[in-house]
Every structure is written in structure tokens, then in C-alpha cells.
């Protein structure tokens, strides 16, 4: 079979792969849409295991079943998550299952961006949902990346009342807004440093927009009846906006590291501040099963409508010019490989 191999974020070459055999408890995925993550082109993060074949946000078609799998069927429409937590350790039995070293070293083999994956038997038994009919290949390539943004909605607490500002209207900064105007969320506004984002994020529902490299922290105030943000997410890796963050939480507000910057940068906390207005601030990585099936169900309903988030379909050998888009500044946003054209 054909797959995408990942050597840098400009050297993506189609090789040839042996197609995995499946084993007991496994089943084979024809992958038919599978998206590429903002975390796919953070260099620093991918380039200590290449080559290797990414793609965690996928959807396909049963094609074959393994000796015992008995809740799928060959030919079911699924969504499969890369990583499963194990449900058993004391991180996972306290609900924070996304540290679990389990859901850490679990993966599909060889990746998304191929024709054909092996899902282990953990990932068969706490990673595969079956795609209602209302959920299109296309939308099943949201399941992960809004399943991460639900659990990070959850973690702070999101409530319709709350002025909500979004640092970053990339993929995650625009499904932060897509989640946050399903919930009613009556004050939402997003910062970029992109045109083309920013209008993406008005017409996508943020009540205002501010070019990231104004003064954020006053200019949101302006619009926010002179207040700072009660809910603060940062969904770029870019430094000044975490500081933004920080300069733009109202009191007895959170901020929400939803992004992160690469290792080894720290970030300056006013302690004495924060500690008289009780400010909070916390992190989310990664969905688990429960945040899969909730983003699921929230595509399935259409209460979120991710199509417009689409901007490029490329078959199998254009894998590379998709990174490149994703990678570079260009007007893109969702991009989608189909490994089977
Ligand atoms: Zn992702
Ligand atoms: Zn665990």
C-alpha cells in the first residue's frame, strides 16, 4: 500500500508500505479522510521520530475484522482514535485520563496519512466509534480535535455568561468559538495576526475581533465593558499571546493554556496579582474517549457545523504540498488527505 512519510515539514515522500495484517482482537481501517493537526507541523514536536507516517484525525471504512472483535462489522463507517487511555490507573480512575501513560505510547499503525491502518485491540475497545449517517467522512475527521476542545471547555468551567477571549483563530481558536457559541457563550471575541482568520472567526460567531499585534489586553477591555476576559484561551504557540493571556484575565478568571510553545520557555506569572484576584490558571492536552463521544454527538446533532473550517482536500501523493500550506502563512485552514485518491 501507498502511505505519506513524514521527514520534515517540506520533505513528505509517498512511499511504499507493506499493508498491515491484522491479529486477534484487531481490526483494519480503509482510511478515506484524514485531517492534518496543527501538531503535525510543529517541528520541534514531530522530527525526533521521523520518518514517520502521521495523521491522528481520521475516518474510514471497516475493511477487516479480527478473530473476537464482535461490536463492528466489515464495511461500518468509523472514526478511530490514535490514542486510549488504560481506565485503570489512578490518573485515569481520577478522570484525568489524558495524562495516562497508556493514552501517551498507544497509537494506529502506521498512521492517517495511509491507505490502510491496524487498529490495536485497546484502540478497538475504547478508540472506535461507528459514524452515525448524519456525520459525512469529511466531519469524522473533527472527532479528535473538537473532542480536545470540549475537554478543554470543560476544564474551565465554560459557562453562556462568561466573556470568553480566544488568543489564535487557527483550527483550534475556530472550533474553541464553534463549541463556545453552541453553549450560548454571549461574549466571544478572537484574537490573529491573519486577515483571512479573523474574518473567519467573525462569520464563524466571535461578536469581535482584534489583529494580535494591537494591545490586546486594553483593546479588549474597550470592547468588554471595561473589563478583562472571565475565561481566557490561548490556542497558538505564538509567546506574546500567552503573555497577552495573562495581562487579559478578568478577576476570578482562568486562563486556559490550550496551546503550548516549545519546551524550555517559561512563562513570567504575577503572583502577588493573581493571588489577590484569584486568578486560575490550567492547561488541557488531548481528548479521551468521553470528549470523543461527546464531539460525536455534537456532529451528529449538527449543534456544530465544522464544513466551512474546510479549505483543501489533497489526494495521497499531494501530502507534502498540504503540509506546506498548513506549515506556511497561507489562507488555509482544514486540510484534509484523502488516502485513497
Ligand atoms: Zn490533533
Ligand atoms: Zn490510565
Known amino acids: ?96 485520563h489524558t495524562v495516562c501513560d497508556t493514552l501517551h505510547h498507544t497509537n494506529f499503525d502506521p498512521g492517517g496519512f495511509a491507505e490502510f491502518i491496524r487498529i490495536p485491540s485497546i484502540n478497538v475497545e475504547s478508540g472506535t466509534f461507528v459514524l452515525p449517517c448524519s456525520v459525512s467522512f469529511d466531519e469524522g475527521t473533527f472527532v479528535e480535535p473538537l473532542g480536545c476542545v470540549l475537554r478543554g471547555q470543560r476544564s474551565i468551567d465554560l459557562k ?76 497558538t504557540g505564538a509567546f506574546p499571546a500567552f503573555q497577552q493571556a495573562m495581562r487579559s484575565v478578568d478577576r476570578a478568571g482562568t486562563v486556559l493554556c490550550f496551546a503550548t510553545t516549545a519546551p524550555g520557555t517559561d512563562l513570567p506569572v504575577p503572583i502577588n496579582e493573581f493571588w489577590r484576584n484569584s486568578i486560575t490558571v490550567t492547561s488541557s492536552y488531548a481528548a479521551a474517549p468521553i470528549d470523543l463521544a461527546e464531539a460525536l454527538d455534537y456532529l451528529g446533532k449538527k449543534k456544530i457545523n465544522v464544513n466551512p473550517l474546510i479549505t483543501h482536500r489533497f489526494g495521497l501523493a499531494d501530502t507534502e504540498k498540504g503540509f506546506r500550506l498548513m506549515a506556511g502563512t497561507s489562507n488555509s485552514l482544514k486540510i484534509i488527505i484523502e488516502p485513497q485518491n
Open 1 to 96: 500500500m501507498k502511505a505519506a512519510v513524514y521527514y520534515n515539514n517540506n520533505d513528505v515522500r509517498l512511499e511504499e508500505r507493506p499493508r498491515p495484517t491484522i491479529d486477534k482482537g484487531e481490526i483494519l481501517v480503509k482510511v478515506v479522510a484524514s485531517g492534518i493537526c496543527g501538531s503535525d507541523v510543529l517541528e520541534w514536536y514531530r522530527i525526533k521520530k521521523a520518518p514517520i507516517v502521521l495523521g491522528h484525525e481520521i475516518s474510514g471504512i471497516v475493511e477487516e475484522i479480527g478473530e473476537g472483535v464482535e461490536d463492528l462489522n466489515v464495511g461500518d463507517r468509523v472514526f478511530v482514535s490514535h490514542h486510549v487511555p488504560c481506565n485503570r490507573c489512578r490518573y485515569c480512575l481520577a478522570g484525568n
Open 160 to 235: 453562556p455568561e462568561h466573556s470568553l477571549l480566544i488568543l489564535g483563530s487557527g483550527i483550534s481558536g475556530l472550533l474553541h468559538i464553534l463549541a463556545a457559541r453552541a453553549i450560548g457563550v454571549e461574549q466571544i471575541i478572537a484574537t490573529d495576526v491573519n486577515r483571512f482568520q479573523l474574518e473567519m472567526a467573525a462569520s464563524l460567531g466571535a461578536h469581535a475581533v482584534i489583529d494580535a499585534r494591537e494591545d490586546v489586553p486594553s483593546v479588549l477591555r474597550e470592547k468588554n465593558n471595561g473589563r478583562g476576559a472571565d475565561r481566557v484561551i490561548v490556542c
